[in-house]
């Protein structure tokens, strides 16, 4: 057993007072006496008793090493017990010579005094508990014949009837605990009659200390007197299976009985053992909790007892037989996790109500009969005899796992590595419940591939993203829902070694249903797919802009009715044969293209009309959240939801509800990088004193305040709408971006962009603060004072969305954007007055005026520079992704003009259609906007439709006008040489 350990006391100065120190005086006498008559007590019986045991025991090639080496123990604890004597002799002897030093060595150095006798008593008895004394009488019994007079010397009763063991037991005992009562005596005579202050405290606690000494050792002699019983009572081979030197009995079912069947129960100080016939079964105290269950049904008096993997139930004669078992169990188990015995060890008053047993204990274990742990050692925590908190668990086979447990099972965040072959592992990092995967995690596996998104039941369930090594033969990369391991619902699927993309649905890990298939070479074709080919109607799309509409079978074979539209106009109609690309037979009508028809029509036709609805296409990713909402924003949900373990979430979140309220957006936000679980305590941004503002002022701040809640909850990893996000902006390059990005898929990314920032202003109300709640109506996506998924989430969110966005609506419009940048480049040859002359804009409107330099020489000057600051306006459209700020832009351009003509007049004046247009196609073909298409077509689609009309779109007008008009090659020719 370790044994206590306490900081020595000996630097420290006692600061008595002149009562305290008189007496101390007259006591330091006779305690000086005391102690030369211990020290040389202990020097004898050191130099004449245990030296000639100790060369007994050496030179005796027989004894057994246990016995050798607690002997050994005793010699050096009996050395350092001389030591100190010796040290507390010279101690007193310099106070009794000298005025300076005044305390009493015993009151300097109680602890360390304390710790050596109980280093010299664990010595003993653990030489006691070996039989060491019986053992040693025999080895010596002739020598001590021969030196009678040295026992007697220790004036211990000699008579005929004491065996030899008994008196060299006493020698080593008595005298010594003897010692200790005397410092009892001594202390308690310098404590009678003072008066309780602080001054005195120091001789009461070393009085208590030294009783409680006493009471150590009495107590610790008596257990190894009856474990030293126990031991030669049982069986060879027994004793031989459960002996340890330092084991001691603490309660044996033969002297408080308790049923165990016919078996015996035996509690040691560091495990309880049930004995049936010649077996027995050991549990570790530090595994082991005990209940009192209550039997309502009967008046028996039962003892529960839990430990790894089983439970007993124990039943008693009466109440009182069940308090004391219940008290020794507890206490053993306490002082056997403390690592030290307390004082008393049982038996005081009110003594079974002193135990604090914890429930939540560390321990290491090796599992037996579980079926899933079987022969796996377990290292960390447990509750009530089950695997609860954090711990590492290895089986023999490699595997092994480290993470949280709850109720005996992997619940939580963990980490589990088993083998795939030699020196290949895989492993899985992901949430748990109830013993197995569940929620998000990320899959290393050892043949390359990775796996990131969420499972159920150990299998991939939900969304997901699966891709292999680069370095395999068929590289590849699925981004989409999963059931039961496999791939079922809607997905995007990357052949990386053909370059070839499918969009849409899969049933089994096959493509079923609707879906898109997307060429490196620029081929695609979308229909519906069975077993991985499609069949039935669909449409083939090649490279060179000709389009097919009809039947297929495998393989891209057409069969049946179709149309075959070419770039060029010319249409065949009609019933259609062979494979696509390989000489196409067709019986049908060739009909020629008509004026009306535009030859541009096969260039725009866009893909997704067929498949799955953009509102269902990644229903598994909203379901996922839902699940989330609906579990209650519990820790471990909200952590298996986001995808990583906060240790301290708990701790974090007391400390929260603790927190006073707020009074900043800031305030409110700046946790959300600390702590997952932060948001669910949002507090009120406007605080207690907030200002009051007119209304109109009110929903602009209160709009803002909105907006910045929103814009750092979306920054954030650690916010679910963070995740939510995060997931969103994957799954959309996932689709659109890449070895198949196509223009062809722009109208599905719009809707896509559109349908998650609905979506995402409809949930971001679970998470707001009150003050900010009134900003939504009743039904979350009604517009309400300009609030709504257009005004508030669309400017928060398309700028993750921007580059991929972007880059489709700039292929889309990639022919029309090459004609206005050639008309551009040729409206840049002319100088400012001679585009303005050509653009037909009235002179009167022309912010110039003329200077005469000299006679001969006359120069225009340019005031303003010819509209340089609606210019400088109109090119900061293309420095926002926002559509709102887009069309603020071209509304401060439109000022800009108007203000400039008025500048110019002298006077207001209001812009006609007329005067508008030139002016508008001036400045335009200055600000030099490249890909003004895409940006006029973003802006229509993801403006807020509330807006439409009015101003908005007669300035969006105005500039496809402008745009158009640029492109026109008969304008070019008509330009000025």
Known sequence: MPFPKSASNSKEVLNLGPEVKEKCQREAAYLFKLEQSFKNSLSDLKAHVLQPLVKAETSDQKTRLQLKEALFVLEESLEALCNQSEEHCLHLKDTLDTLTRKELYLLKNTQRVKEVYMQYFMAFTNYVVLCGFEHIAKQTSDYWKKNKKILKGFHLDSASNMSLSVSLHRVFHEPIRLQVQKYIDILRKLSWGLKKNLETKRITDALATFIDLDKWIRQTVDVATLTKTLWNSLGSKLTDLLFLPERRLREDSKNIPLSCGDGRLLLFDDSLVIIQGSESNSYKLDKLWVEAPVDTSSERNQLKIIVPEEEFIFNLKDSQDKIVWLWKLNEAIRQHLDGKLDFPLWGEEGAENSYNVPAYRFAAYTFINNPRFKDAVYEGDWYQG???????????????????????????????????????????????????????????????????????????????????????????????????????GYGVFDDLDRGERYIGTWLEDS??????????????????????????????????????????????????????????????????SNKWGSGLRANGIFSKPTKELNPLITSKLQLGSHITPVKDRWKGIYDQFTDFLNSGSEETSVESFLGFYSKNSREQRKNMKNRTTTTKMETAMEHFTDDPLDFLTCDDPNGATSEKLAPNQCNLAERQQLKEYLSKAFESSHHPLGKLLQTLILVFQGTFSGIAMYKRLLSMAQQEVVSHAKKLFELARYFLPKSLEKEYSSTGDTIRNDVNAYTVTIPLILPRFYPDLFMLYMLYHEAEDSLYWKGILHLELLSDTKLLDFLEVQKNLWPLQDLHLTNNQRISIVKDVCFTSAILCFQKISTTADPQDKLETLMKTYREIESTVTRVLKREYNLPMDDLLPLLVYVVSRARILHLGAELHLIRDMMDPSTEGGMNDFLLTALDSCYQHIQKEEMWSSLPK
Not at 443 to 463: I, L, V
Not at 545 to 571: M, R
């Open 386 to 488: 089950k695997l609860h908190g954090s711990g590492i668990m290895k089986w023999p086979d490699g595997r092994n796992y480290a993470g949280n447990y709850e109720g005996g099972q992997e619940h939580g965040f963990g980490v589990y590595v088993t083998p795939g072959g030699p020196e290949i592992f895989d492993c899985y990092k992901c949430h748990w419940k109830k013993g197995k995967m569940h929620g998000y995690g990320i899959c290393e596996y050892g043949n390359g591939m990775t796996y990131k998104g969420y499972f159920q039941g150990n299998q991939r369930h939900g969304f997901g993203i699966l891709h292999s090594s680069r370095l395999e033969n068929l590289p590849f990369k699925y981004v989409g829902h999963w059931e039961n391991d496999k791939k079922t």
């Open 511 to 576: 493509k079923h249903g609707n879906g898109i298939v997307i060429t490196q070479s620029g081929l695609c074709y979308e229909g519906n797919f069975q077993n991985n080919k499609i069949v039935g109607p669909g449409i083939i799309l090649s490279e060179d802009d000709s389009a097919y509409e009809g039947e297929f079978t495998e393989d891209l074979v057409l069969t049946g009715k179709g149309k075959l539209t070419f770039n060029n106009g010319y249409i065949i109609e009609g019933l259609f």
